[in-house]
Antibody, heavy 122, light 110 residues
Framework: EVQLLESGGGLVQSGGSLRLPCAAS????????MTWVRQAPGKGLEWVAS???????HYSDSVKGRFTISRDNSKNMLYLQMSSLRAEDTAVYFC????????????????WGQGTLVTVSS | EVVLTQSPGTLSLSPGERATLSCRAS???????LAWYQQKPGQAPRLLIY???SRATGIPDRFSGSGSGTDFTLTISRLEPEDFAVYYC???????????FGQGTKLEIK
């Protein structure tokens, strides 16, 4: 059974840093692109960052230069390192798994974690 | 950048009725790379439909997706009490920079 479990959320001051781990199980992490999606309180879904199976990384303009996505396939872990945090980064952060391995398409998300809440206080 | 616009913002229906949710793209969605998710309060989104019309594993056949180009529809043939939630459409494709979500349609009990 595929499972994704985020942790690491909490309250942080503006300008601070936080690292969010996502523990993956039930599939071979190295075969799949992985993505972080966030949802501000009462708002919709927003793409944050993605990492391909080969380690290539992609970021939304709103977090580029401040967030870093990484993976440790040997530990079945995905990470999101967040720095220079702003009030507008306050959201539930979900990790999500790509729907198909290695098909040249950055796919839909077939499994999501339950999310972890990050609150940035100004 | 493709913008996905969902309508209506809120849909009020009764169990047993048919629900029709729309997702319109500002540009053609290539290869029908369009997915639909259901999200209930306090939960993660759940994949319902991918490729515009393919049902995800375990999704009841009362959920169906259709459309192409710029206009896509999610239809729930007969609403069950557990179907009342928020629904999002999502464009994906050849790069993550193409990842776009609609703003959501809230399906509420009338």
């Amino acid at each position: 059974e595929v499972q994704l479990l985020e942790s690491g959320g909490g309250l942080v001051q503006s300008g601070g840093s936080l690292r969010l781990p996502c523990a993956a199980s039930g599939f071979t992490l190295s075969n799949y692109a992985m993505t972080w999606v966030r949802q501000a309180p009462g708002k919709g879904l927003e793409w944050v960052a993605s990492i391909g199976g080969g380690g290539d990384t992609h970021y939304s303009d709103s977090v580029k230069g401040r967030f870093t996505i990484s993976r440790d396939n040997s530990k079945n872990m995905l990470y999101l390192q967040m720095s220079s945090l702003r009030a507008e980064d306050t959201a539930v952060y979900f990790c999500a798994k790509d729907g198909h391995p290695g098909n040249g398409v950055w796919d839909y998300f077939d499994y999501w974690g339950q999310g972890t809440l990050v609150t940035v206080s100004s | 950048e493709v913008v996905l616009t969902q309508s209506p913002g809120t849909l009020s229906l009764s169990p047993g009725e048919r629900a029709t949710l729309s997702c319109r793209a500002s540009q053609t969605v290539s290869s029908n790379y369009l997915a639909w998710y259901q999200q209930k309060p306090g939960q993660a989104p759940r994949l319902l439909i991918y490729g515009a019309s393919s049902r995800a594993t375990g999704i009841p056949d009362r959920f169906s997706g259709s459309g192409s180009g710029t206009d896509f529809t999610l239809t729930i043939s007969r609403l069950e009490p557990e179907d009342f939630a928020v629904y999002y459409c999502h464009q994906y494709g050849r790069s993550p920079e193409m990842f776009t979500f609609g703003q959501g349609t809230k399906l509420e009990i009338k």
